[in-house]
């Protein structure tokens, strides 16, 4: 079973639209997740980080379920930049491993007029 | 500033050379990554630095891989005996310290994309 895994997607949606990313982890003693936004043959980077108590950050809601060892990612009103490859990324921790950050395969998202 | 820099940016190779690929990360930041990352593919956790602690090598995927962090600045990951599977782009990040998070981001480097034929 792969540490970090993601539907990989391709989700097709219409500009507006609401669309949510599912990850699951295996490591339960993982700490802290996140979610990186990844553009088309650029490098990945930091979208926001995901709270135990849920968090939004404008359009975007994360979410997270230790109990099942899931993060969601929800996307509202979806935009044309909204267009990406989006990464679930857990930090291992614990031991040496802390600080280690693996990362999904991610979900490709395309929005269209 | 200065970002994470990486060199060079493509290397083309013949299947049994060795290669280095360098990573200057940003001044200051104590933790640094190697990730690979194959066409469509997600990123693969080769090795992480954090200031003066022991790296973490539990993601280089064979002996053929290694890495060192002089000074606890540049980086530089070499492959020996290059083969075909190796091809992918190698990424590598740093952060101000341990996390990945709102408070200490990976930034990552440009990469290196590594073919070999």
């Known amino acids: 079973r792969k540490e970090v895994e993601q539907d990989p997607g391709p989700f097709n949606v219409p500009e507006g639209a609401t669309v949510a990313f599912n990850c699951t982890y295996s490591n339960s003693a993982s700490q802290s997740f996140f979610w990186y936004r990844q553009d088309c043959r650029k490098e990945p980077k930091l979208l926001m980080s995901v709270y135990s108590s849920g968090n939004e950050d404008g359009r975007f809601t994360a979410q997270l379920n230790r109990a099942s060892q899931y993060i969601s990612l929800l996307i509202r009103d979806s935009k044309l930049s909204d267009s990406a490859t989006y990464l679930c990324?857990?930090?291992?921790?614990?031991?040496?491993?802390?600080?280690?950050?693996?990362f999904g395969q991610g979900t490709i998202l395309t929005v269209h007029p | 500033g200065a970002g994470v820099s990486q060199s060079p940016s493509n290397k083309v190779t013949e299947k049994g050379k060795d290669v280095e690929l360098r990573c200057d990360p940003i001044s200051g930041h104590t933790a640094l990554y190697w990730y690979r990352q194959s066409l469509g593919q997600g990123l693969e956790f080769l090795i992480y630095f954090q200031g003066n602690s022991a790296p973490d090598k539990s993601g280089l995927p064979s002996d053929r891989f290694s890495a060192e962090r002089t000074g606890g600045s540049v980086s530089t990951l070499t492959i020996q005996r290059t083969q075909q599977e190796d091809s992918a782009v190698y990424l590598c990040a740093s952060s101000h310290s341990p996390g990945g998070g709102t408070f200490s981001p990976l930034h990552f480097g440009n990469g290196t994309r590594l073919t070999v034929t």
């Open positions: 990324v857990v930090n291992d921790a614990g031991g040496t491993s802390y600080g280690k950050l693996t």
